[in-house]
């Protein structure tokens, strides 16, 4: 299903998550969510990374922003992104999709932000 969604754009996305995989809930808090899902659209390829941050005491928005920008993430989907976090992503040029609420799977909002 993931392989057949089409994105002009050719961007990776990445997802807060609570997992490791695309069945996975969106997480709603950007730094200490447990992973990041990034997802390459076009090829329907997905890599689960660990956010190492979560646990920080201070400082995991901006180390989580740049953990997916080592990873190449170009846009961000979350349902909340701290001051901090967001300075970093426009930094390094990531977009922001923030706003996801609620008990939604990483591919259903992949499904959902590919369709904006």
């Known amino acids: 299903m993931i392989a057949e969604l089409k994105n002009t754009n ?3 996305i990445a997802f807060t ?3 490791g ?3 996975s809930l969106l997480s709603e808090q950007f730094g200490r969510c447990q992973y990041f899902i990034i997802v390459d659209p076009e090829t329907g390829k997905f890599e689960a990374i660990s956010n ?4 920080m005491q201070s400082g995991a928005g901006p180390k989580a922003a740049e953990l997916i920008h080592h990873h190449g993430a170009n846009v961000v989907v979350t349902g909340h992104v701290g001051d901090k976090a ?3 992503l426009k930094r390094v040029n990531i977009k922001i ?3 996801y ?3 939604i799977k990483v591919k259903d909002a992949l ?3 590919l369709s904006k």
């Open 21 to 23: 995989s695309m069945e």
């Open 97 to 99: 999709a923030s706003g």
């Open 17 to 19: 998550s609570t997992g």
């Open 10 to 12: 050719k961007e990776k």
């Open 101 to 103: 609420k609620g008990n």
């Open 111 to 113: 499904t959902e932000y």
């Open 86 to 88: 967001e300075e970093v």
């Open 52 to 55: 190492l941050g979560e646990q």
